[in-house]
């Protein structure tokens, strides 16, 4: 995707958004920088 497209489709969704401010930590950086990361399904086989 061009740069110029992605911009103006970002833009676009965003137009009308509501930020929302939240705190507390990350659940996600927590696991991350504890090594935990992202743990993957079952395969078959």
Same mark, same amino acid.
């Given at each position: 995707?061009?740069?110029? !497209? ?6 676009? !969704? !965003? ?5 929302? #401010?939240?705190?507390?930590? %990350? #659940?996600? !950086?927590?696991?991350?920088? %504890? ?5 993957? #399904?079952?395969?078959?086989?």
């Amino acid at each position: 995707m061009p740069k110029t !497209l992605a911009t103006a489709a970002v833009d676009r !969704l !965003l137009h009308h958004a509501h930020i929302v #401010l939240t705190e507390g930590s %990350s #659940l996600r !950086l927590i696991q991350a920088t %504890s090594g935990q990361g992202v743990v993957p #399904l079952n395969q078959p086989g």
